[in-house]
Every structure is written in structure tokens, then in C-alpha cells.
């Protein structure tokens, strides 16, 4: 299965500060089984998301993808605006899961908005730009994402 990432930030997108979130998605991914066919790292903006999840899912075919960042209620947060642009359908649960499981962690973990869902048969997941939190949230999520792909793929139905 291929996955890909894109990272959500203004001011690593400048160089301003070192993306910690790219490694730490690669190899979690990894050690979930996938192949990560492509990670970006594009500045907070609705548009260029939209656009490039839109090549992700319709052009390279990626079975899931994983955005950090711009998830919280900064002005510049617009990452589940982007996704919400192109999904098909949402998946409430997982996004409603991940904050009651982040909670356990931080309460800061009620303040964030990410949202999931599924374009054509791609699973898209936001989750917050922290590297300790991905880590956390993908280790809870792995056996949800590995019994929904299936499913999205009209290769199980329920």
C-alpha cells in the first residue's frame, strides 16, 4: 500500500524552522507497511492543499494520506478546509477518535480540527503537527486504517 504526506507549514515551508513531522510520518509509516510513494511541504494555504490532494489521490493513486499541521484555530489553520474541499465522503469517526484518544494526553487535544475522510478510494486523515502526537494518534489508528482500506477499495463489503 502507498502512502503519502504532506506537511503544513508556513514557516518550515520558508526555512524558518526544521520540519520534525516528515521523519517521524515516514517511519511510522513504514512500520505500518506502507511505502511512502511522496511527503510535500507546502506553506498553510487552502488552495495548494486542495490542488495537491487532488494530484495525490486522482494522479498518483495513493491509498492514504496522512496532512500535519493546520489543524488548530490560528487564522492561518486551513488545513480541514483544504480536505473538506475534496472529499467525497468524511469520516467522522476517525477524526472524532483521535481527539478523545489525544485527550488522554493533553487538553489541548479538544482545540484541534482536523477532519478525515475519503476521496474516490483514498483515505485522507489530518492530524496535528506535532511529532510525538503523529506518532501517538498513527499507533491508535493502525488497525482502524488497515481494516478500512479494504473496505474503500470495494475489496471487503460490509
Given at each position: 500500500?502507498?502512502?503519502?504526506?504532506?506537511?503544513?507549514?508556513t514557516?518550515?515551508s520558508?526555512?524558518?524552522?526544521?520540519?520534525?513531522?516528515?521523519?517521524?510520518?515516514?517511519?511510522?509509516?513504514?512500520?505500518?507497511?506502507?511505502?511512502?510513494?511522496?511527503?510535500?511541504?507546502?506553506?498553510?494555504?487552502?488552495?495548494?492543499?486542495?490542488?495537491?490532494?487532488?494530484?495525490?489521490?486522482?494522479?498518483?493513486?495513493?491509498?492514504?494520506?496522512?496532512?500535519?499541521?493546520?489543524?488548530?484555530?490560528?487564522?492561518?489553520?486551513?488545513?480541514?478546509?483544504?480536505?473538506?474541499?475534496?472529499?467525497?465522503?468524511?469520516?467522522?469517526?476517525?477524526?472524532?477518535?483521535?481527539?478523545?484518544?489525544?485527550?488522554?494526553?493533553?487538553?489541548?487535544?479538544?482545540?484541534?480540527?482536523?477532519?478525515?475522510?475519503?476521496?474516490?478510494?483514498?483515505l485522507?486523515?489530518?492530524?496535528?503537527?506535532?511529532?510525538?502526537?503523529?506518532?501517538?494518534i498513527?499507533?491508535?489508528?493502525?488497525?482502524?486504517?488497515?481494516?478500512?482500506?479494504?473496505?474503500?477499495?470495494?475489496?471487503?463489503?460490509?
Open positions: 500500500m502507498k502512502a503519502g504526506i504532506v506537511i503544513l507549514s514557516r518550515s520558508r526555512g524558518e524552522r526544521e520540519d520534525l513531522s516528515t521523519p517521524t510520518l515516514i517511519e511510522t509509516l513504514s512500520s505500518m507497511g506502507f511505502v511512502v510513494a511522496g511527503s510535500y511541504l507546502i506553506e498553510d494555504s487552502t488552495e495548494k492543499l486542495k490542488n495537491l490532494l487532488i494530484k495525490m489521490v486522482d494522479e498518483d493513486k495513493l491509498d492514504l494520506i496522512i496532512t500535519s499541521g493546520g489543524t488548530g484555530l490560528s487564522p492561518l489553520d486551513v488545513t480541514p478546509e483544504g480536505t473538506l474541499m475534496v472529499l467525497d465522503r468524511e469520516a467522522k469517526g476517525i477524526a472524532e477518535a483521535i481527539r478523545i484518544h489525544s485527550l488522554k494526553y493533553t487538553p489541548m487535544a479538544m482545540l484541534s480540527r482536523g477532519v478525515a475522510g475519503i476521496r474516490n478510494s483514498s485522507i486523515i489530518n492530524l496535528p503537527g506535532s511529532p510525538r502526537a503523529i506518532k501517538e498513527l499507533e491508535f489508528l493502525h488497525p482502524a486504517i488497515m481494516h478500512a482500506l479494504p473496505i474503500i477499495q470495494g475489496k471487503i463489503i460490509e
